[in-house]
């Protein structure tokens, strides 16, 4: 919060790696792209940006020619979105037996609420609230967590920046959270609308404790292969939550800026229930992927991080 003000602050980190080192140029604006959701899906406004770039050596060529991308690929996002650098650091010769790291444009953004009383988190509702997905997804398998951790390449093309599209979602965000229409937001990143989804409902819940978890039943569609629809990656879109007599109103506050938004399921009960237009492609208790998220440095380390120590 803002000291003796009604104003809140917002603050993001981010960059996936994999987009830059398959893309710099674009997989920049993609770092920005999502920082910039990140804090609309709170209710504020892009305000600045702070930047942590971090190369490997740069008196390779490969190297040096991934910093200068990058660099041209913030500037565009950042003249487009209209907001400044006002600080940041670069870290050259990050490497491990003459081994570059992935190039990291680390990028860290403020955003700015005029009230921080009408914020929303990203924690699906109560029972019988209205899920609508904001913004037309175009996932892909390029450069993505799906196609690292089940086939084990970070080979393609990463997801393309939209920048009209970016900011239609981002002006609906703002003004749909700030006008009291929209009760929960999450932005699709890394893993897609299936692990965007899958985190809301973890998080979820206002009956009883909060995050204690809470199902929804989706409905998606579109011309892709059930895994590419679930969990390819994509810029631009947004799931947010509405109240039944509030969505008429958002739908028509999202035509006026020109993001695309759809109704897609309905919160409620244990499991996360995916379908498409013909049949259920997900069916996940949520006591399931709760188990998958917490264990999951467990099965990667073999070490129970809570356990005695030997």
Known sequence: SVPKTSKGLALTTDCNSMWVKAHPHM?????????ARNVACTGAKPLAVTDCLNFGNPERPEVMWEFVQAIEGMGVALRTLGIPVVSGNVSLYNETSSVSVHPTPGIGLVGLMEDRSTTVGLGLPEEGQRILLLGDP???????????????????APPAVDWDAEKALIATLCAGIGGGLITAAHDAADGGLGVALAEMALAGGRQGNIGDGIGAAVALSGNENRERLLFGETHGCAFVTAEEDQVVALLALAAEHGCPAHRVGTVG??????????????????????AAWEGGLVDAVGLDPLSPRP
């Not at 175009?138 to 080979?155: I, K, L």
């Open 27 to 35: 997989g920049t604006q993609g770092a920005v792209a999502e920082a």
């Open 138 to 156: 175009t996932p892909t398998f390029g450069a993505s967590a799906y196609g690292f951790v089940v086939h084990g390449v970070e080979t393609g």
């Open 269 to 290: 009960g244990d499991s996360l229930v995916v379908t498409d237009e013909a049949c259920a492609i997900l069916d996940v208790p949520v006591a399931d992927l709760r």
